[in-house]
Nanobody, 118 residues
Framework: QVRQVESGGGLVQPGGSLRLSCAAS????????MGWYRQARGKQRELVAS???????NYADSVKGRFTISRDNARNTVYLQMNNLKPEDTAVYYC????????????WGQGTQVTVSS
């Protein structure tokens, strides 16, 4: 089972940027789609971006044009570049397969907190 560790979160002002990283303990080359998810306090976890093996991407409408997902299969790492951040982007961000916990993934990581506030 592959495990993932998310990092790169923090406190940023509205309009700022952050780059999140997701390091997997094993190969993600065979994982058809990788995704970034987020869960705000009191809300359900939602998929915000996904990327296929061939590089095709999909984004939630709320982040389209501001977030960019990428993957480096050689480094077993997935990234999320977040620009023009808004207070409503505040959440814990997680990476996983899309759909989540699809083999070789089997659980959620600890996530990384992103807080957008002035």
């Amino acid at each position: 089972q592959v495990r993932q560790v998310e990092s790169g979160g923090g406190l940023v002002q509205p309009g700022g940027s952050l780059r999140l990283s997701c390091a997997a303990s094993g190969s993600i080359f065979s994982v058809t789609r990788m995704g970034w998810y987020r869960q705000a306090r009191g809300k359900q976890r939602e998929l915000v971006a996904s990327i296929r093996v061939g590089g095709g991407t999909n984004y939630a409408d709320s982040v389209k044009g501001r977030f960019t997902i990428s993957r480096d299969n050689a480094r077993n790492t997935v990234y999320l570049q977040m620009n023009n951040l808004k207070p409503e982007d505040t959440a814990v961000y997680y990476c996983n397969s899309d759909p989540p916990n699809w083999p070789p993934f089997g659980s959620w990581g600890q996530g990384t907190q992103v807080t957008v506030s002035s």
